[in-house]
């Protein structure tokens, strides 16, 4: 069965980093767009990053941009996400995802366009 199952999240002060994974199994991995979402407690589950099936194309919320970056390896079946100068407003749960639909380059900013999602972790930024 699809599995994506993530690791990376903890907690660390406002300005430092963290380093998320997901690895993905039982899914054509290669052609799948991949994202990252997250929510925070009595909020929506927004879509924070996305990469494209053959990695050309990454697209980031207005929130993030110039701080996280995605990536995604096709031959390890792994997506991660650089999360930099963190603040407390990105503490959340994140959750990695897959399209249900493949070979599509942007990833549509909605839970309903998601075929597979991670079992979350939580990423919490305080002093």
């Known amino acids: 069965q699809v599995q994506l199952v993530e690791s990376g999240g903890g907690l660390v002060q406002p300005g430092e980093s963290l380093r998320l994974s997901c690895v993905v199994s039982g899914m054509p991995f290669s052609i799948t767009t991949m994202g990252w979402f997250r929510q925070a407690p009595g909020k929506e589950r927004e879509l924070v990053a996305s990469?494209?099936?053959?990695?050309?194309?990454?697209n980031y919320a207005d929130s993030v941009k110039g701080r996280f970056t995605i990536s995604r390896d096709n031959a390890k079946n792994t997506v991660d996400l650089q999360m930099n100068s963190l603040k407390p407003e990105d503490t959340a749960v994140y959750y990695c995802a897959a399209d249900r639909v493949a070979l599509r380059a942007v990833l549509p900013n909605s839970p309903t366009s998601i075929g597979s999602w991670g079992q979350g972790t939580q990423v919490t930024v305080s002093s």
């Open positions: 990469i494209s099936w053959n990695g050309r194309t990454t």
